[in-house]
């Protein structure tokens, strides 16, 4: 497991990105050149804390070191948290049965100084019994296809979501979704339609119809990244 | 209140500090030119977000309005939170009768890459019931001449800290001091202290002597400013 803020996950030259800079670490402790699989890509932004990754290695540390080793080499904005050895077909993206990510708002009269990079701000009251009937709605297998960015090609938009919540702390809500897994923006765009909800925009019953009608217009607008928190993977 | 980060507060030519960022968007509201009496510096880098700051202003905007209209010409890094009228002689530093500090220690094994800059990061295992006896020894009036930043002159470094507390959250440890007044870095001294305690270095017991040897040089090291808070102010 591991943590990391700010930078996407997937190789892009010339920018940084996690993965190249954890695979750069790994062949600094082991000198070997290894391919880093994740759970999935983030947007450029979200904060992957419970991201997990699997590589393949013949290094003789025992394992134990492994993060301290990796970590070591790494700026501080990526950390990695665990490291366990799994049996060889392991695949950190192939066999991920379920992720949950927690989106934060910030709904306070003046917003926050210190976290004002980590959480959404939004100083309008936002109605927080009408949200949390509103996503509801987004349990069970939908084709999300109005909830993903446009013009991202991916073969099915159908998932599944297995377990959603929305918790409040002081001045905080946090929404959070548990599926099998998620489109490209999709959480951001279900939050934003959530806030829609809060707002009174929209009626907590009219969700359905609107998955349904897999139109992107009639979702709610894609929230800003910096707000969003890949919180677990399971396998 | 208000809520800020990073900065110092003092006035300081050519570089950037709260009350000066402040009195200008005060000056941008109201036209007028005014001196933003603060409860207290705070060094560079700690986050006052409960920092509590008086002016006199003649304008007839209403009192609620101030939070909104001041924050809208302020970076997003100072946040006037609350303010509210007070009688004329009221003065934020005279009138301050307690201050609380929160000092934030992740005791994690590999820190956090999200909070990096908001708490202090040690991996090494610390005793906290052992820091817990030892915070207790700092209660009640001391001359804290051994916990302030060496060469600082004040006129008294006799304190009165009437409250001590160390909680711990998951992996955090939090130091919490509430007192009439703090010297120049005392509680990054503090901190530093009863993180050696922690580590074994320095027992619970030692405590009260090591602040009646007036000795600088007996107390833990300065911890830095990033992760302390100064989180209420009370009249």
């Known amino acids: 497991m591991m943590e990391k803020t700010s930078i996407g996950w997937q190789k892009q030259p010339s920018k940084l990105n996690i993965q190249g800079e954890i695979e750069r670490a790994i062949k600094d402790i082991t000198g070997e050149e290894v391919e880093l699989i994740a759970s999935g890509r983030t947007d450029a932004g979200v904060h992957a ?12 540390l025992p394992i134990e070191k492994f993060p301290i080793a990796i970590n070591s080499k790494l700026k501080k904005s990526i950390r990695i948290q665990n490291a366990e050895e799994v049996e060889e077909r392991f695949h950190s993206r192939y066999n991920c049965k379920e992720k949950t990510y927690r989106y934060i708002i910030n709904n306070s009269m003046q917003g926050s100084a210190i976290y004002r ?4 701000f939004i100083p309008i009251k936002l109605d927080v019994e009408a949200m949390k009937q509103a996503i509801k709605h987004f349990e069970g297998e939908h084709d999300f296809k109005g909830f993903k960015a446009s013009g991202t090609s991916s073969k099915s938009s159908v998932r599944k979501i297995y377990k959603t919540q ?18 490209y923006n999709m959480v951001r765009i279900i939050a934003g339609t959530l806030v829609d909800v809060g707002l009174g925009k929209i009626k907590p019953e009219e969700i359905e119809d609107i998955i349904n009608s897999k139109d992107r217009a009639r979702a709610g607008k894609t929230l800003p990244p910096y707000a969003l928190y890949l919180v677990e993977v399971k396998y």
Chains 1, 2 share one sequence.
């Open 117 to 120: 990079n980590l959480e959404y």
């Open 49 to 60: 804390i419970g991201q997990v990754a699997n590589f393949k290695t013949s290094s003789k």
């Open 166 to 183: 929305i918790k409040q702390e002081n001045q905080r809500i946090l929404i959070e979704l548990t599926g099998n897994g998620f489109l």
